[in-house]
Nanobody, 115 residues
Framework: QVQLVESGGGLVQPGGSLRLACVAS????????MGWYRQAPGKQRELVAR???????NYTDSVRGRFTVSRDNAKKTAYLQMNSLKPEDTAVYYC?????????WGQGTQVTVSS
């Protein structure tokens, strides 16, 4: 069982930035693909960005160029740098660790973009 703990959410004005972090409890963090998902009220959870064990990244179209996913395997941590935030980015953001059919979820952190 892998525990994931997200942090870094909060309230920010449009155009602002936040950096989310996800710390994993496993000592084999490096083998997992780490993903960031979000779920807005009344909407389905969607993939925002992910980074594989070898560092390949992909992003959903709505955040490409504004968000950056990264990882520090020594710290067992994944990050999501969010710039130029928009009100439509408001959601609960979840961290996910996946390898094969096994995946784990964090508890989520709220991001609210509002003036």
């Amino acid at each position: 069982q892998v525990q994931l703990v997200e942090s870094g959410g909060g309230l920010v004005q449009p155009g602002g930035s936040l950096r989310l972090a996800c710390v994993a409890s496993t000592n084999i963090f490096g083998i997992y693909t780490m993903g960031w998902y979000r779920q807005a009220p009344g909407k389905q959870r969607e993939l925002v960005a992910r980074i594989t064990a070898i560092g390949s990244t992909n992003y959903t179209d709505s955040v490409r160029g504004r968000f950056t996913v990264s990882r520090d395997n020594a710290k067992k941590t994944a990050y999501l740098q969010m710039n130029s935030l928009k009100p439509e980015d408001t959601a609960v953001y979840y961290c996910n660790a996946k390898r094969g059919r096994v995946d784990f979820w964090g508890q989520g952190t709220q991001v609210t973009v509002s003036s």
